[in-house]
């Protein structure tokens, strides 16, 4: 489906939208048991799984993850809207009568439980697909070992080891990625000098701010990057310490989840930064909440890189997400993470939806549909999300927007645009979807 709220990129083909018009969207209502996508009604309105008002009774599907919650990284909000979009597609038929169940695994930030939590999973014999886990060690810790068991895995990325296994695929495009598309933005509305990046120290953290680091340089720029302690303890010190390396004229550039990220900018706001610099950010602060935070003092001055369309846009699928998050999940804001978990949790009952009744309950049968999933075509994204299980790595989701505060919210001032090729995983993933198989050649816009 077109994304109905940006522009096309310039330089893109006249009949990009003709283009998609010809792609199957993941309307799952009504889907017949064992159809394949080509067979799903293109022209259905979206719902929640089959959309009939019906409870689920059945034998319960199990799915499980494993997500980072601790102080100052906590990635809780993603999970918790897959499972309240799980929740309305119970409501309304569930999976030809049976209900999605979700486990809960927590790795505390630590490697030990998160290779404890993902053995736990596969050991449950209840558990059909490990989907939609938010983690900063998940991935370097098991992807490994999701490979062995034969599991294809979708994500909310974080670490490099969330594109580089052909066991996985993110629906998003991950700190790294998305800090480079920032980057691109604030060199291209004038930063100069220096761009000094800034994200939560953990073991994983120097990948998170790397990208953007090559693509910066390549820019003929200096670039320093600071990883810090979280939660963090004083932010007006941080903010004059990131301003003060990068000069004025020089850019920041945020790599933060809301909480942390608007410490820094709250407290720079205080101390009259806010045009000492360019400022940017990767997706997280892509949510209501910071814009209300922020109000008209940031107005237009913070360059986030949004992986989704926007969260108020009309499009039926995002206007789906914030109506099963205002009866779900009443009491979050709408948000990129949110978004994240909604849309791997239309992926999975789309795949699930599609599938003889009778394998649902074989792991092995429903991660072979799962790495089978291509051409899935939804609002939320620039261009249809494929599972990919490229030898090098998968990054699906490499055209997003930028976003800017306006107001009580964030709007969109770039349109889709390519996120830039400055590593080997993505110019794989490219040379892979330029032959075809896997999704369009040009923004689904």
Known sequence: EAT?????EDGADDDTTDDSTDETTDDDADAPTGDSAADLDATAGPGCGLDNGEPATGDPITIGH???????????TGPTMMEAYFNCVNDNGGINGRPIVMVWENDNGSPEDAGAAARKLVENSDVVAIAGGFSILDCPVNAGYYAEQGLNVIVAGVPAECFSSPAIAAVNAGPAYSALGAAQKMI?????????????????SAYGNSLA?????????EWEDLEIEVPIADPTAVALDLVNRAGEGGGVLLNYTPPEGLKILKAAEEQGLIDMV?????TPL??????VALGDAWSGKLNINAEFALLDSDAPEVALYREVSDEYNPDAPYGSFQQMGFVIGRILVHTLLQMDEADLDDRAAVSAAIGDVTMFATDHLCRPWYFGGLPGGNVPNNWDYNVVPAGDKMVDDSGCFEIANVDPILDAV??????GGLTTALPNN
Do not use: H
């Open 278 to 282: 360019v400022w940017g950010s990767s």
């Open 430 to 435: 490219r040379t892979a979807e330029a032959a």
């Open 66 to 76: 494993v997500t980072t919650s601790i102080p100052g990284i906590d990635f809780s």
């Open 213 to 221: 680091g090559i693509y910066i340089q390549n820019e003929g720029l």
């Open 286 to 291: 892509n949510d209501t909440s910071v814009a």
């Open 4 to 8: 109905d709220d940006s522009a096309t």
């Open 188 to 204: 291209e509305k004038g930063a100069t000098g220096t761009i000094v990046s800034s994200t939560p120290l953990t073991p994983t």
